[in-house]
T-cell receptor
């Protein structure tokens, strides 16, 4: 497909478990962003990649959260020892990031519920 | 101070009116500005981008940027009930000491209600 793809679309997990959320960006986009969105709030920045490296991970809330993008395309957001407060929609976006062309396009999101 | 600020609303306008949505940002070096529309239960959809001071028009939408005032706005002319959604302002924060653009930061969004 031509758009950003996120899997799974829904994930229910028990408190304390480990989860992985996957993002497949638009082909050729070098920048990839992860956000978390709670009801009634705007997307909260978590981390952004430029190529394979994390250019800015200042939004990751604590060391339970980690993200990788080993080949500069697909990215995985990993959450260890999940807590009920981690429940949210996790959004991924990608951007060509060429000069000022930084228009970012979102996937449909993964709704994470920690019970 | 939040990096990107918007009034959460709701902003209610009658059908056919002009809706005006506003956003301020803190990073004076920011170069790229975006408006996204988000329907309930859906992901954000890009509707406008603006990079230079002044106005940019696309159909019924006009984005306005004033870098000196660190202010960006979105006008929606001839508002329709289908425009009812949350509108998110996003700013690409300048990476200090770098020629590269930085992280994309969102405001909390303004809920627009267009009443028939």
């Amino acid at each position: 497909g031509a758009g950003v793809s996120q899997t799974p679309s829904n994930k229910v997990t028990e408190k304390g478990k480990y989860v992985e959320l996957r993002c497949d960006p638009i082909s050729g986009h070098t920048a990839l962003y992860w956000y978390r969105q709670s009801l009634g709030q705007g997307p909260e920045f978590l981390i952004y990649f430029q190529g394979t490296g994390a250019a800015d991970d200042s939004g990751l809330p604590n060391d339970r959260f980690f993200a990788v993008r080993p080949e500069g395309s697909v990215s995985t957001l990993k959450i260890q020892r999940t807590e009920r407060g981690d429940s949210a929609v996790y959004l991924c976006a990608s951007s060509p990031h060429l000069d000022r062309d930084t228009e970012a396009f979102f996937g449909q999101g993964t709704r994470l519920t920690v019970v | 101070q939040k990096e990107v600020e918007q009034n959460s609303g709701p902003l209610s306008v009658p059908e056919g009116a002009i809706a005006s949505l506003n956003c301020t940002y803190s990073d004076r070096g920011s170069q790229s500005f975006f408006w996204y529309r988000q329907y309930s239960g859906k992901s954000p959809e890009l509707i406008m981008s603006i990079y230079s001071n002044g106005d940019k028009e696309d159909g019924r939408f006009t984005a306005q940027l004033n870098k000196a005032s660190q202010y960006v706005s979105l006008l929606i002319r001839d508002s329709q009930p289908s425009d009812s959604a949350t509108y998110l302002c996003a700013v690409n924060m300048h990476a200090v000491g770098s020629s590269n653009t930085g992280k994309l930061i969102f405001g909390q969004g303004t809920t627009l209600q267009v009443k028939p």
